[in-house]
Nanobody, 118 residues
Framework: QVQLVESGGGLVQPGGSLRLSCAAS????????MGWYRQVPGKQRELVAT???????FYADSVKGRFTISRDNAKNTVWLQMNSLKPEDTAVYYC????????????WGQGTQVTVSS
């Protein structure tokens, strides 16, 4: 059974920082791109950042310069360092990873709540 387990969400004041982590486990043969998405009630899930297995990154304009995505291929883990957080960053954050189990397929984590409020 393949799992993506996220952690690191919580409540933080505006201007603060949080670090999300997501670890993939199970019968994984290979891992491709990994990424973070977020969703607020009533809106579509949106891409935050992605990273390929060679380390190339992409960021949404709304988080450029504030968020940093990184990964450790040996640990099957991806992180999202979030600095200078704003109230509009409040959302449920989801990890997504392209994994080869019996074929290439996208897997999602369960989501972790990030709330930015004073």
């Amino acid at each position: 059974q393949v799992q993506l387990v996220e952690s690191g969400g919580g409540l933080v004041q505006p201007g603060g920082s949080l670090r999300l982590s997501c670890a993939a486990s199970g019968s994984i043969f290979s891992i491709g791109a990994m990424g973070w998405y977020r969703q607020v009630p009533g809106k579509q899930r949106e891409l935050v950042a992605t990273i390929t297995n060679s380390g190339s990154t992409f960021y949404a304009d709304s988080v450029k310069g504030r968020f940093t995505i990184s990964r450790d291929n040996a640990k099957n883990t991806v992180w999202l360092q979030m600095n200078s957080l704003k109230p509009e960053d409040t959302a449920v954050y989801y990890c997504k990873s392209r994994l080869w189990v019996t074929s290439w397929k996208d897997y999602w984590g369960q989501g972790t709540q990030v709330t930015v409020s004073s």
